[in-house]
Every structure is written in C-alpha cells, then in structure tokens.
C-alpha cells in the first residue's frame, strides 16, 4: 500500500500557472499508471492526466496543452505543471496510484486549487 500527498494548490488568478506535487510513501517504480483527478462538489470525479510507467502520457481534452504531468520514479514524485490556468480549473486535485490489477488503487487527499476571474 502507497500513500500520496499532495501540495501545490492555491488561489491564483485566471492565467496564472501553479505546479501540483504529489509525494508517494514508497516506491512508484512498479505502479502502472500515477495519475491526478479532480473533484468539484456536485461533480463527478474527473480524470485530469494520467502517466504510465512507460512515459506515455494521457490528458483530458479540456487541459491538452495548458497542463502537463510527469512523474519521477527516483524520488518517488509525480507533478502537474499547470499553465494558463481558468476558473472553469477550480477543483480540489487528487493523486492516484493505479496498479493495473482491478484492485490496488490509492488516493491522496487532495489540494485546493482556486482560479479568480
């Protein structure tokens, strides 16, 4: 079992960029996918970026280009680099660890980003 920690998160204005961090309690060298989702109250859970063990990298259309994760098996680290962030941005940003097996999946508990207008 992995544990993840989030940090990051903050208030910013519309256009602004923050980078999100997430720091695993072991190693993520073996972890299939290490992802970020978002939560907005009301809302269903959505997949922001998703990393693979092989490099390759998937996005939600709505941040393609803007946003841009990766992830650091040596220090056991995935980040967000977020760019030219909007208010539609605004959510609570959640780490996953996905082991690929239908079972072993590991949340953190989340940071708060807010985007003003």
């Known amino acids: 079992q992995v544990q993840l920690v989030e940090s990051g998160g903050g208030l910013v204005q519309a256009g602004g960029s923050l980078r999100l961090s997430c720091a695993a309690s072991?190693?993520?060298?073996?972890?299939?996918?290490m992802g970020w989702y978002r939560q907005v109250p009301g809302k269903q859970r959505e997949l922001v970026a998703v990393?693979?063990?092989?490099?390759?990298?998937n996005y939600a259309d709505s941040v393609k280009g803007r946003f841009t994760i990766s992830r650091d098996n040596s220090k056991n680290m995935v980040y967000l680099q977020m760019n030219s962030l909007n208010p539609e941005d605004t959510a609570v940003y959640l780490c996953?660890?996905?082991?690929?097996?239908?079972?072993?999946?590991?949340w953190g508990q989340g940071t708060q980003v807010t985007v003003s207008s």
């Open positions: 996953n660890a996905d082991y690929g097996n239908g079972v072993w999946r590991y």
């Open positions: 072991g190693s993520i060298s073996s972890i299939y996918a």
């Open positions: 990393a693979l063990g092989g490099g390759i990298t």
